[in-house]
């Protein structure tokens, strides 16, 4: 791996934009896709951002019957192969952090990718409280 | 790497790939119902038919299904040659004549200018299409719960002596795979009724929202070592559980700095 994506938590103010970057990033059909990334308050007016940690023994991949996940040896990220995935929510159920996610408006299991090598989260948070770095 | 043509485009694609993912993935839309990556191809629909020659064949051509056809160097594809639009109507106008109620078949055969089938209708038809979608995912699954039985216009897809199946546990993923949505199926009060057979779905001990089949995930936990407790919480829960330890770090480290 030669990439890490660092999140900052102090860092956060709970803009929202990265939700919103990663919406329109993941846009399919001229529609929004479900973002891979939510900030989250754990007190009220305190947030985290809470996104895919691309486990390195990833209970996503293991669970996944169909081998539709497969980690991106460049980027670092699981990714999923959406012609070989048949959303039986079994990585859902499985990650231990919550972070694949069924987005029911285009109706396919979604996951942080990393943008391919690119996260545009990272590109447009305000703060830097999200960063893609070079390891 | 080999070389093919397709619709006149000279097109790189890897030894062993099929013409149909190749011909997709440049674009080329071919209509198939029976086709998923997650499953080997069987060519039952035969909707992906398209016609290939090579130079040395001397203007000698046939036509085979896509999904099952290996790239070699040198060939020529044609994916919308009258003869192959020819092939693939009369297949959605039988298809339409087996199951008038399915929406992706009339769909599909409207765009290919056919909006009512002229062949007598199949009485007392359901939507099935007989592709074994279903029987194929199921046995990648390693389960093989349901399979064809009887013979002739009696051949359906079924379990084991039509009781429960034994072997099913509860993932939908026939139902899910279906082209032609025939595969009934409910989610009510926390059980799921797939063939007839009734699963417990898991409730989320936070939140109480239902989760995956219990037994499905106890297959899961089985055959991929992944720990039992991974699957008591449900997402949502999950994440703000994550945040909440987050938040806790960040909390310490605060601490820690002053």
């Known amino acids: 791996m030669k990439f890490r994506f660092e999140v900052n938590p102090s860092l956060c103010t709970g803009c929202r934009t990265c939700e919103l970057a990663c919406a329109f990033a993941h846009a399919q059909n001229q529609k929004p896709g479900r973002s891979r990334i939510y900030p989250l308050a754990y007190e009220p007016d305190k947030y985290v951002p809470v996104a895919c940690l691309q486990c390195d023994d990833a209970a996503c991949v293991k669970s996944c019957m169909f081998d539709a996940l497969k980690r991106n040896e460049v980027t670092g990220a699981v990714e999923l192969d959406r012609e070989r995935c048949i959303k039986c929510m079994a990585c859902v159920a499985a990650c231990p952090f919550g972070c694949a996610l069924l987005d029911d408006v285009q109706d396919e299991i979604v996951k942080c990718d990393l943008c391919g090598g690119n996260p545009a989260c990272a590109t447009f948070c305000p703060t830097k409280a999200l960063a893609y770095k070079k390891i | 790497m080999v070389h093919i043509t397709i619709n006149g485009k000279v097109i790189k694609a890897t030894e062993g790939e099929m013409l149909l993912s190749v011909i997709r993935r440049h674009g080329i839309e071919i209509p198939a119902l029976c086709h998923h990556e997650a499953i080997e191809p069987t060519g039952n629909c035969r909707l992906c038919m398209v016609e290939i020659t090579r130079e040395e064949w001397d203007g000698w ?7 099952l056809y290996p790239v070699e160097e040198g060939l020529i594809v044609s994916t919308h040659t009258p003869d192959v639009i020819e092939i693939r109507k009369t297949i959605l ?4 004549a087996n199951c008038p109620d399915s929406e992706v078949i009339q769909k599909m055969a409207e765009e290919y200018g056919i909006y009512k089938t002229s062949y007598e209708v199949v009485p007392e038809g359901d939507n099935c299409i007989m592709c074994y979608a279903c029987t194929r995912i199921c046995e990648v699954l390693g389960r093989s719960a349901i399979s064809a039985v009887g013979r002739g216009h009696r051949k359906e897809i079924a379990p084991p002596f039509g009781a429960e199946p034994p072997d099913c546990i ?7 795979i279906c082209p032609t949505d025939v595969i009934p199926w409910t989610d009510r009060d926390n059980t799921r009724t797939i063939w007839d057979r009734k699963f417990e779905l898991i409730s989320c001990k936070e939140c109480g929202r239902q989760t995956i089949a219990r037994e499905f995930a106890d297959y899961l936990i089985e055959k991929r ?7 008591e919480i449900c997402d949502n829960c999950k994440r703000s559980e994550l945040a909440r330890k987050m938040g806790e770090i960040v909390a310490r480290a605060q601490e820690v700095a002053i």
């Not at chain 2, 051509?61 to 999904?67: D, G």
């Not at chain 2, 106008?93 to 339409?96: A, E, I, R, T, Y």
């Not at chain 2, 070592?225 to 699957?231: K, M, Q």
């Open chain 2, 170 to 176: 509860g993932c939908l993923a026939c139902a899910q």
């Open chain 2, 61 to 67: 051509k046939k036509h085979v299904t896509s999904c």
């Open chain 2, 93 to 96: 106008d039988l298809q339409l």
């Open chain 2, 225 to 231: 070592n992944i720990p039992r407790e991974y699957f």
